[in-house]
């Protein structure tokens, strides 16, 4: 950042760097922002589906009932002369009258059999009320559960009666007969569509509707009352499946224009295109279409079905538009039920809406039962016109001269109308109306590669979408599709099917049945496919294997696993997460496939995966060897040496830098403790012997004598959580007027570490069942169990192990599981620790029922106080545990083990408020159980199943439904973060420009130089001992650690932020702070001397702090300042301890994090892939006290215990890295520090006081200044040339460049005199020429140079 100085005050040079710095805030990478740390990893929840037909229904029988009565007009319409007379399209006075009514019966059967051939037709011609009782019975008698139809003419007879009548003839055709609307609701029974086209016809739906009401009353009666007649009887069918049509509202008489047929109601239902031809030539806006008359309308050329000529085109669209209509007018269900259910009903439906707008320009209302919103004015009418004026425009010269009949340009014209909706998208607004027209579209081979591309892009704007789209009716026809061959369908197919399975994996079963995954197959093993479209085909592939073992078998027999294995290396990630998912789910629980993987290596093939760069397909990787040594089919030799080569692989990742490949490993081998059940309970007792029988070395114990020996951490108070990612914090450690309450308290001179941190909290109960962990009383192992088990472990000799030889699989596996319980991210250390409390406590279920008989000596455990569920288990005898406290092995029931008497040995045992008692107290120590060793294996077998399958089903990461969520959302839309209006991008900007200010202001202040700095610009009591302070470099906002909490103060304004517990173990400490992303969306690192390393988000913001990850950063840490007084100094110690924690430099421009502390290593992290990417030897025998980064040069620099300072460049080999080592120092190197330039000096301090310049190049320090020895603290501002040293001496030295002391800071301004503790920390802003100082005694100030220069 710094330039040469006389550069530096042209005015130009400045403004250009600043667009320069800006520039280069937005290249700069952002590490942890990915969508697996910023969303919980579980799968969408489930939309209902309302789309699939819950019941589907034919009409099998129509009833035509015609009341004609040719020649006879009834005596209550005065007919006009002339009248409508055309029956069916025929004039009923142009034959004899049987004839004529023979003729109109055969040709309305006709006219219905267009639309619906299979039906069972039977015609009533001028009936008596038996006729009609006979057919209907016999209809539905034959139709069983299925629709009947009952189309009533009545032109011949008189209007229906108000009191729900209409009318048919007596025998000899003297007089008209009543027939009750409420015998014909009988004898149809349900469901049933009812056609009325007479006069008056609205009254009749009416009386149905009363009747329907009178039966659902009398039935309530007769369940009410047995006595009634009507319960004797069969139950009589319910109305509501009912449908009715009626030509006209109660008030109406029939059209009588003489150019209309008489049945115009009929005619609309049944020869739509005929009507709407002879109704458009009618108005005058026909003139218009000069050369059309009525008589040519009859010769259209073309068949209704075929859809290449004039008629069958013109009833293509038709049908189109008519269901465009309903679709957008009607409410989903009712759409549902009265356009996709039943073939003839929809017909009829669609048809209905022409009768609508045909009729009502005669004043006659068509009435339906459901009633449909009006459609009549619906703009897509003007398309038709538009439509058939096209086409009739061209009927003269095609029937006079016989030229080529040209298409129509509607169904284009719809689906750019549709693309246009697309591409003006915005997401709240109505879904498009053409959406019903694609679908049609589907089905034209002209339109269809279009209509799929947008089809697929409206899919693909999200879940709502593909829902939308399904209950149009969409599904039919893209299964259908998978029958075509042609090549350019298969990308889209494949996207709008990826789209659909993402949104409703209920399709596999259609897809199977269909033969539908050959296609898919076909298009994974096309290797000229795109990777993405191979990627979408085998997410199709593994939803249809997904639990589904109809699939798994059609997809094992389809070649799956070789397609599969031979794209695992793909250089597509998305590809290879999916294959490995794909493979994980085909062979689980299907052992065929499981074999057949075994054959093409399976596993094996897979280990590449588990050190891919993606945490995503690592994760995959282990999710798909999990389940493959999860089958618990019959065991091999052979397959348990699979198993076991395929866990020693699994456990290798055991430090993997992603939480979610962590998560998922503990369910891998949660699938494997399932499988080798006794053989890992043989292991869990020895070591909880073990643990029993070997006290830890305390740490403190091991300290050098002259320290203060704290109490020695008693591992009965149980493990505050840390804040569970995603659980609110702020109820659980610091409820803000809980703090307030505290903070009286912290204000006596000796609040020694008691006072208050919410590390002490965790001795409440109250406070650790909020947290969400599971309750340590319910768990038979303990967290202090567990980690000490883990530390045992590791000191102790286990070859004790009954049969158990000392290295077998199953111990280490064991160790594995163990080291996750302890895992600093909860989720995985939660999951841990439910494999371990299940198999430790069938261990001991099954051990204790034989120790109690065996032993013979009830009183050794003798139980203080018996409750009843120590009581269970005396009972148990030596039967295996019932199958209900089995399964509730991993729930929180688990029946508490017998107390015991305390062995003298121990030291007392005090339990803390809600504490649990270390696992020793509580099991009987007799004689060891398991000595036959693991062929105990054989009983173990009869056990009840209940648990197994509980720890199966329990444990699962919702990785697999989260990585499918990436297909349900969009692909194509550009990203938040890309699009230039966004929210999120406008903040980004703000933040880049507010970063601009800061550097401009904060440069033009130390360019002046800065000559004092002890203005004390903030000060405040902390609520626990500073022990790292981090300004945050561009708000007004400081981290302040302690032991195991940070706390953020806004310096400006003085007040305190936020407060949280970071979730390291007591024994912990915190020893480093780092801001990533410190430019854009700050989180917080935090490092604590145990190697874990946690990242926080929502800090300092009125959100609640969330764990973004968390990993064991440096394994194998020499436990040697652990369990330190508080009020000691850290530093003070640190050179008789020999301890520096953990140290970490961050480097922003490339993501990586540089580790190291008290280990022989410099650990690399890459934070994009979060995986280790390099060990540097530091070739010394001391810790690493300090590092500092410079990615131009791709040096580290490394100051270390010893006094050596150390200079690595990270492009080298690990055994030529170093190049070059400076043994200046004599002692504990404070601080080392790089300089960002590209000629930077390196600059060490030691605990003498003693400051080095280094160029290096050269062997030889190119500056020393001396300044005061017992240094506790050091820090150097980057930018304005100044250093700070804090010593024992309690002040504060502030030197600039030259080594003069430019401040002596010994006094806290005008807070009573108070002579400030031991300074524990200090910490320069990176920018403003501030200085943060943590003292021993709780106080945090902040000093600046004077307020002239700020």
Not at 376 to 404: F, K, N, R
Request: charged share 20%.
């Amino acid at each position: 950042m710094k330039m040469d100085s006389d550069l530096l005050h042209s005015p130009a040079v400045g403004l250009a760097e600043e667009e320069e710095a800006d520039m280069n805030d937005w290249k700069l990478p952002l590490a942890f922002m990915k969508k697996r740390h910023s969303e919980k990893i579980e799968g969408s929840k489930a939309l209902a589906q309302s789309w699939r037909m819950k019941d589907r229904m034919k009409t099998v029988s129509v009833a035509l009932v015609l009341c004609l009565n040719v020649g006879v007009d009834p005596p209550d319409v005065v007919k006009t002369s002339p009248c409508a007379r055309l029956e069916c399209w025929i004039d009923p006075l142009s034959m004899s009258p049987q004839k004529a009514l023979e003729t109109i019966g055969a040709n309305l059967q006709k006219q219905y059999e267009n639309w619906q051939p299979r039906a069972r037709y039977k015609q009533s011609l001028d009936p008596t009320v038996d006729e009609v009782k006979k057919l209907c019975t016999s209809l539905r008698r034959n139709a069983k559960e299925e629709r009947v139809l009952f189309h009533y003419n009545g032109h011949g007879v008189p209007r229906p009666t108000v009191n729900g009548e209409i009318w048919v003839f007596n025998k000899n055709y003297t007089q008209y007969i009543p027939l009750s609307i409420y015998d014909l609701q009988t004898w149809m029974g349900s469901p049933s569509i009812f056609v009325y086209d007479c006069s008056n016809a609205g009254i009749i739906v009416k009386s149905f509707k009363q009747f329907a009401l009178q039966r659902e009353q009398e039935l309530e009666v007769a369940a009410i009352n047995p006595s009634h007649p009507l319960a004797q009887m069969p139950l009589p069918p319910s109305m509501k499946n009912c449908i009715q049509l009626a030509a006209c509202e109660a008030s109406e008489l029939l059209p009588m224009n003489p150019d209309l047929p008489a049945d115009l109601f009929t005619s609309c239902l049944t020869t739509p295109i005929k009507i709407a031809l002879r109704w458009f030539c009618m108005q005058k806006s026909a003139k218009l279409v000069p050369g059309v008359t009525l008589d040519l309308i009859e010769k259209i050329p073309g068949r209704l079905n075929d859809r290449r000529t004039p008629l069958g085109e013109l009833n293509w669209i038709f049908t189109a538009i008519t269901d465009t209509i309903a679709w957008n007018v009607l409410p989903r269900d009712l759409f549902q039920k009265l356009f996709r259910q039943d073939l003839l009903v929809a017909s009829l439906f669609r048809n209905f809406l022409l009768a609508e707008r045909i009729m009502r320009s005669y004043n006659c209302t068509p009435v339906s039962s459901p009633r449909l919103p009006p459609t009549y004015m619906h703009a897509m009418w003007q398309a038709w016109d538009l439509a058939v004026d096209i086409c009739l425009s061209q009927l003269p010269t095609i029937i006079e001269e016989g030229t080529a009949f040209r298409h129509s340009p509607f169904f284009a014209e719809q689906l750019t109308a549709f693309q246009v909706w697309l591409t003006m998208g915005v997401e709240n607004r109505n879904p498009p109306e053409q959406l019903p027209i694609v679908l049609q579209v589907l089905l034209s081979q002209v339109h269809r590669l279009r209509a799929l591309d947008l089809l697929g892009r409206f899919l693909d704007l999200g879940p709502w979408a593909v829902s939308l789209a399904l209950s149009v009716g969409i599904f039919p026809y893209v299964l259908k599709l998978l029958q075509s061959s042609a090549r350019e369908l298969r990308p889209l197919l494949v996207f709008i099917w990826a789209k659909i399975l993402a949104v409703d994996s209920s399709c596999q079963a259609d897809l199977v049945k269909d033969n539908g995954h050959k296609y898919f197959l076909s298009v994974l093993a096309d290797s000229y496919m795109p990777a993405e479209h191979r990627t979408m085909a085998v997410f199709i592939l593994a939803v249809i294997v997904n639990s589904y073992n109809t699939g798994q078998e059609a997809c094992l027999q389809g070649n799956l696993i070789a397609n599969c294995l031979e794209q695992l290396s793909d250089p597509h990630p998305l590809l290879r997460q999916w294959v490995a998912i794909c493979l994980g789910r085909i062979w689980q629980n299907f052992d065929p496939a499981r074999w057949c993987g075994v054959r093409d290596s399976a596993h094996e093939k897979l280990y590449t995966l588990l050190s891919d760069p993606i945490p995503e397909v690592r994760c995959a990787a282990v999710f798909a060897l999990g389940t493959f040594v999860g089958n618990s089919a019959e065991r091999t030799d052979h397959s348990t040496t699979i198993d076991h080569n395929v866990a020693m692989m699994l456990a290798q990742l055991i430090n993997d830098g992603s939480p979610v490949v962590r998560k998922e490993l503990v369910v891998a081998l949660s699938h494997l403790v399932v499988q080798y059940e006794s053989n890992f309970c043989t292991v869990a007792l020895q070591f909880i012997e073990e643990e029993k029988n070997y006290t830890v070395p305390s740490p403190a114990n091991t300290a050098e004598p002259g320290n203060l020996t704290p109490v020695r951490d008693s591992p009965a108070i149980p493990r505050l959580r840390s804040v569970n990612s995603y659980t609110n914090i702020r109820a659980a450690t610091t409820a803000r007027n809980l703090n307030k309450s505290l903070q009286n308290l912290n204000l006596n001179e000796e609040g020694g570490p008691a006072a208050f941190s919410p590390g002490n909290l965790s001795t409440s109960s109250s406070a650790s069942s909020t947290l969400g962990s599971p309750d340590n009383d319910e768990y038979i192992l303990s967290f202090e169990t567990i980690d000490k088990m883990r530390r045992v472990s590791s000191y102790s000799s286990l070859n004790s192990l009954i049969g158990v030889s000392f290295n077998s699989v199953y111990t280490q596996i064991w160790r594995v599981l163990l080291h996750l319980a302890a895992d600093p991210f909860p989720e995985v250390s939660d999951l841990a620790m439910k494999v371990l409390n299940s198999i430790a406590y069938k261990a001991t279920m099954n051990a204790r029922p034989q120790r109690i008989l065996d032993s013979g000596s009830l009183t050794q455990s003798a139980p203080a106080s018996p409750t009843s569920k120590g009581m269970h288990i005396h009972q148990a005898g030596g039967s295996p545990p019932m199958p209900s406290t089995s399964s509730s092995s991993l729930t929180n029931e688990v029946p508490k083990p017998p107390a015991r008497e305390q062995p003298a040995t121990r030291p007392p045992y005090t339990p803390t408020l809600g504490g649990q008692a270390p696992h020793s107290h509580q099991f009987p120590r007799t004689r060891k159980m398991f000595d036959k060793g693991p062929e105990q294996a054989a009983e173990d077998g009869d056990e009840p199943g209940g648990h197994r399958n509980y720890i199966s089903a329990a444990l699962q990461t919702g990785l697999c439904d989260w990585s499918a969520k990436y297909f349900a959302q969009p692909v194509m839309k550009i990203p938040e973060e890309h699009d230039l209006e966004s929210q999120v991008r406008m903040e980004r900007q703000w933040r880049f420009l507010r970063n601009t200010r800061v550097r401009r202001q904060s440069r033009g202040i130390t360019q002046r130089g800065v000559s004092r700095l002890d203005d004390q610009i903030f000060i405040n009591r902390n609520p626990g001992v500073p022990s790292v302070v981090k300004f945050h470099p561009f708000n007004t906002c400081i981290a302040v650690a302690d032991k195991d909490s940070i706390c953020f103060w806004d310096w400006e304004k003085g007040e305190r932020l936020d407060y949280f517990y970071n979730g390291n173990p007591r024994y912990t400490r915190i020893t480093a702070m780092e801001y990533l992303n410190g430019h854009d969306c700050s989180l917080l690192l935090t490092a604590t001397d145990d190697g874990a390393l946690r990242i926080w988000k929502n800090f300092a913001d009125q959100k609640n702090p969330e764990m973004v990850t968390a990993w064991q950063g440096l394994s194998d840490m020499l436990p040697t300042t652990r369990g330190l007084a508080r009020r000691v100094s850290i530093y003070l110690d640190r050179s008789k301890q020999g301890g520096a924690g953990m140290v970490v430099d961050w480097e922003q421009e490339t993501g990586l994090l540089m580790t190291s502390g008290d280990v022989r290593v410099i650990r690399i992290w890459d934070t994009d892939r979060e995986m280790k990417v390099q060990d540097i030897p530091t070739g010394a025998d001391s810790c690493v006290t300090s590092l500092s980064c410079d990615s131009q040069r791709s040096l580290i620099v490394a100051g270390l215990g010893d006094g050596s300072v150390r200079v690595f460049d990270r492009r080298m080999g690990p055994n030529e890295c170093r190049v070059m080592t400076y043994r200046e120092h004599g002692a504990w190197v404070v601080k080392a520090h790089l300089q960002k330039e590209t000629d930077g000096h390196i600059i060490s301090v030691s605990v003498n006081g003693d400051v080095r310049f280094f160029e290096p190049r050269t062997p030889d320090s190119i500056n020393v200044l001396q300044t005061v020895k017992g240094l506790t603290a050091l820090d150097i501002h980057p930018q304005a040339n100044l250093f700070a040293c804090g010593s024992m001496n309690q002040f504060i030295a502030v030197y600039n460049a030259n080594g003069d002391v430019i401040s002596n800071i010994k006094y806290y301004d005008g807070f009573m005199g108070q002579r400030i503790g031991a300074i524990s920390c200090l910490a320069f802003h990176p920018y403003w020429p501030h200085l943060a100082v943590g003292s021993n005694d709780y106080y945090m100030s902040i000093y600046s140079a004077e307020k002239r220069l700020r």
